[in-house]
């Protein structure tokens, strides 16, 4: 799981989650509204947003301490 | 193993204080000890279930399932509550009238125990799914299973002690506003559950978010607290909401008091019982 995502804001982001983990995970944002089980050795899709810029927090329910930030930044030529 | 009974407490504190609610919501409402089991043990048993083909199913649809499945859970839950602050618009003061003149256990109405069965197993559903799936898995692990699934288990046990707490509470609540107490706390809960399936709507692609973050509370009170999770099931907190969410959790306190006017007419002989209970 990166500490750090950066996604452009406005439009809508495909996350692909994998655990490579032995045990399940289960990826949840309070921020995003976010939370879905990721089995050992799958990967899972989330849509979020669009997104207006901001920081974003992220974690593992299963395991607190996988956390991560993703920020979202404003597109070039757009005010936000 | 802190770390796990932690993990465990969270899961299983939602599904606590719903039952501790619904509880004391249904006091006086004689068997609804049973029935209540009887959605715990239905729930533990759907959770399984779903614990058990979890893999399967996040591999064949992507997790858009689970998600519909959650929401499904959420609105059924907000459907039987919903349908318990109408009954209790019309039976509370009979039922009040009653316990206080007669005690506890009385029968009275048309009685809602299924709806307390339906609406136990669905808390349950949702939140022990991920508690059985995360018990399972540590407890297969090997390597340090045993300590780890002693920690899942006390954090089980003190996710059910804070709800008994709860429910106490509740109880300390004099008889004559208890059910007008309870039902305004039922109208809190039900708005935020609903606020919770609009965003397991809006995972699914099904919804629109209509903007993230419209506010941000998370410096006031984080949501990761114990107090901001405690509020977060009771008053359906959330620091940095989706306008779906809102407009969800608006929705539904709106259609709930209209529902309650139009359908909730307060008992026939309201007076009478009330001068009974004072004697």
């Given at each position: 799981m990166p500490e750090q995502l950066v996604l452009p804001s406005g439009v809508k982001v495909k996350l692909t989650i994998a655990n490579e983990d032995a045990l399940p995970a289960e990826f949840e944002s309070y921020d995003l509204s976010r939370e879905i089980i990721v089995p050992v050795n799958h990967a899972v899709t989330v849509f979020v947003g669009p997104l207006s810029a901001g920081q974003y927090e992220f974690f593992?329910?299963?395991?607190?301490?996988?956390r991560g930030t993703i920020i979202v930044k404003p597109r070039n030529g757009e005010r936000n | 193993m802190l770390a796990t009974a932690i993990i465990l407490f969270r899961e299983v504190l939602e599904a606590s204080l719903i039952i501790a609610i619904v509880m004391g919501a249904s006091r006086?409402?004689?068997r609804r000890g049973r029935w209540v089991a009887g959605g715990i043990v239905l729930g533990v048993l759907g959770a399984s279930l779903v614990a058990l083909l979890a893999s399967d199913l996040a591999l064949r649809f992507q997790g858009k399932l689970s998600a519909i499945l959650n929401a499904i859970i959420l609105l059924s839950a907000v459907a039987v509550l919903t349908w318990h602050n109408v009954w209790m618009k019309s039976h509370g003061r009979k039922l009040a009238a009653e316990i206080s003149t007669v005690g506890e256990d009385v029968q009275t109405g048309r009685q809602p125990l299924t709806a307390l069965m339906l609406l136990t197993f669905a808390a349950v559903m949702r939140e022990g799914s991920e508690a059985v799936l995360f018990i399972w898995a540590i407890a297969t692990s090997g390597n340090e299973g045993l300590s780890m699934t002693l920690g899942g288990l006390s954090g089980v046990v003190a996710g059910v002690f804070v709800g008994t707490l709860l429910y106490r509470g509740l109880l300390g609540i004099p008889l004559r506003y208890f059910f007008s107490f309870t039902s305004w706390l039922i109208l809190l809960v039900t708005a935020g559950l609903s606020a919770q399936a609009a965003g397991f709507l809006n995972q699914a692609d099904l919804?629109?978010?209509?903007?993230?973050?419209?506010?941000?509370?998370s410096s006031l009170?984080?949501?990761?607290s114990l107090l901001g999770q405690l509020l977060h099931t009771l008053?359906?907190?959330?620091?940095r909401p989706s306008g779906i969410e809102v407009v969800f959790y608006g929705g539904t306190i709106l259609i709930v008091l209209l529902l309650m006017r139009m359908f909730?007419?307060?008992?026939?002989?309201p007076l009478r019982h009330q001068q009974a209970s004072s004697q």
């Open positions: 593992n329910d299963f395991n607190p301490v996988m | 006086g409402i004689a919804l629109p978010s209509l903007g993230t973050a419209l506010w941000d509370t009170l984080s949501q990761v008053i359906g907190y959330v620091a909730g007419a307060p008992s026939p002989h």
